[in-house]
């Protein structure tokens, strides 16, 4: 929402009121003066008028986990313990996913409440590269390389993947590098070689790594300068 709109609607007034209000230096955003009227205001940014709190920010949440093997990677699971039970946070229940692993997958997994992060992240057209070390059941044939970066027609969504990079590690290991996220894309993109996929690991996204000391299991916040991001608010939390 816009500055003017929502000083003029805590107030009960008209647009130009609001503008006067805003030109008169009354409004603080996030602790300064805007003399903005067209500021975007979201649910993070604290706006007071004169001393009075216009919206109180809700806390923003930046958390990576390194998550085992077997939990959900879902807010919610009727059978099965949830990455958000692993959590110790007063507003766990306020996060979502970005980027999902299948549940025997590990590695990086990326939760959040500011859907505005998340969807950059996540949104095929922002190609944002995401790694895995593979492991398969069967040697992976040669020409694997040049089918990766070709890319697999998908029937089921009638999609073509883009073109990503698999890097051999030893016969049956590769890294592997996709710029989108499609349901069981790796395992799918595997199965059409006639590899089945028995251990898979998400080390990276973006400019994202999984740090070496933290285990399966743990979180731990994302600074704002991991995000590339000016600091919007301090978020105090724990390991698992
Ligand atoms: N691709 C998969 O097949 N599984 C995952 O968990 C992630 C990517």
């Known amino acids: 929402m816009k500055l003017d709109r929502l000083i003029a609607k805590h107030r009960s007034l ?5 503008h006067r209000l805003i030109a008169a230096g009354r409004v603080l955003v996030d602790g300064l003066c805007s003399l903005a009227n067209q500021h975007e205001i979201d649910r993070f940014t604290r706006v007071e008028l004169d001393a009075e709190i216009v919206q109180s920010p ?12 077997g939990v959900v990677s879902a807010t919610v699971d009727a059978g099965h313990r949830t990455v958000i039970d692993l959590l110790h946070d007063p507003d766990k229940h306020t996060l979502h996913i970005a980027g999902r692993l299948d549940r025997w997958s590990t590695g990086l997994l990326l939760l959040t409440n500011d859907g505005r992060w998340s969807k950059q992240l996540m949104d095929a057209s922002s190609k944002v590269p995401k790694t ?16 990766f970066a070709e890319g697999f027609h998908f029937a089921a969504e009638d999609i073509t993947t883009q073109p990503a990079e698999l890097v051999l590690l030893d016969d049956c290991r590769a890294r592997v590098t996709i710029h989108e996220g499609r349901h069981h894309q790796i395992k799918r993109m595997f199965g059409r070689l006639g590899c ?3 251990a898979l690991h998400r080390e990276s996204i973006g400019g994202l790594t999984l740090p ?29």
């Open 132 to 147: 895995y070390v593979v492991e398969t059941d069967s040697r992976i044939p040669s020409d694997a390389v040049a089918a």
């Open 196 to 198: 089945f996929v028995t």
């Open 58 to 69: 809700q806390r923003a949440l930046y958390l990576m986990m390194h998550k085992p093997a």
């Open 14 to 18: 008209g647009r130009s009121e609001a």
């Open 212 to 240: 070496e000391d933290l285990l399966p299991g743990q979180w731990r916040e994302v600074m704002a300068e991991e995000r590339g991001l000016s600091a919007r608010s301090k978020i105090c939390c724990s390991t698992h």
